[in-house]
């Protein structure tokens, strides 16, 4: 294992537990993504918030690590041939843990694959869209007194949620009966759409039976209560 002191990034963040993964976050919907993913496959890791209010997402230590300077990233300490591994992109970390635990992901080619095709749909279509709907109703795009470009957004939203609505059918997860990183990709965006001021009723989400459904089933799992809230507060306490 190497010593983790070589990344520029624990300078600001330093590691008090070098031997275990390291996540940079914050409890957005693309960051915590990483962070349920660590509590369900159960892999040691430390925490450290990056603080959008203080624009660390931007500092030259958080760069080295992301040059997107956008959350979640990790540093895997013990990662591929025993060297360490720093990531970002949540669908890349997801994939990664997925593969690094054997969890989450189906052992067979075709389910393998099914499943990565999913993530890519977050990764592409939810994730972006839902996020500038977000722009559009809660920061300042809801100033904006032309509506045209946030009902864009709210018809692309309607549509994908249908997209998911059809391929949860019949199935208790997005790969049926199997709980997937796909399921991890996809959720917190649902869950963020669906508790967003004004999101749901202009979506028509509760149209989307089998969306709410297994959102609900998803934010019953004791490692998604759990990491919705990772990194904590700087105020919170236990």
């Known amino acids: 294992m190497k010593d983790l002191d070589s990344f520029p990034v624990t300078r600001k963040w330093p590691a008090q537990h070098p031997d275990r993964l390291q996540l940079y976050s914050m409890p957005t919907p693309n960051g915590v993504k990483a962070a349920i993913m660590l509590e369900e496959s159960?892999?040691?890791?430390?925490?450290?918030?990056?603080?959008?209010?203080?624009?660390?997402?931007?500092?030259?230590?958080?760069?080295?690590?992301?040059?997107?300077?956008?959350?979640?990233?990790?540093?895997?300490?013990?990662?591929?041939?025993?060297?360490?591994?720093?990531?970002?992109?949540?669908?890349?970390?997801?994939?990664?843990?997925?593969?690094?635990?054997?969890?989450?992901?189906?052992?067979?080619?075709?389910?393998?694959?099914?499943?990565?095709?999913?993530?890519?749909?977050?990764?592409?279509?939810?994730?972006?869209m839902f996020g500038q709907l977000g722009f559009f109703l809660k920061f300042a795009g809801k100033d904006w007194e032309d509506k045209r470009p946030r009902d864009r957004f709210v018809d692309e939203a309607k549509r994908l949620l249908g997209v998911l609505d059809q391929r949860l059918e019949g199935r208790d997860w997005i790969m049926g009966k199997r709980y997937t990183i796909a399921d991890i990709m996809t959720f917190p965006w649902v869950n963020g759409l669906q508790s967003l001021d004004g999101a749901r009723e202009l979506v028509g989400f509760d149209k989307f039976g089998n969306v709410g459904r297994v959102l609900q089933a998803f934010l019953q799992r004791p490692a998604v209560s759990k990491g919705l809230k990772i990194p904590a507060a700087p105020d919170a306490s236990g």
Do not use: C
């Open 42 to 128: 159960g892999l040691p890791y430390e925490v450290h918030r990056v603080a959008f209010e203080k624009q660390e997402q931007t500092s030259p230590e958080y760069l080295s690590l992301n040059p997107n300077n956008k959350i979640p990233a990790i540093i895997d300490p013990n990662g591929p041939d025993g060297q360490p591994l720093p990531l970002w992109e949540s669908g890349a970390i997801l994939l990664y843990l997925a593969e690094k635990t054997g969890q989450l992901l189906p052992p067979d080619a075709a389910g393998r694959i099914e499943t990565i095709q999913w993530v890519m749909f977050q990764n592409g279509g939810i994730g972006p």
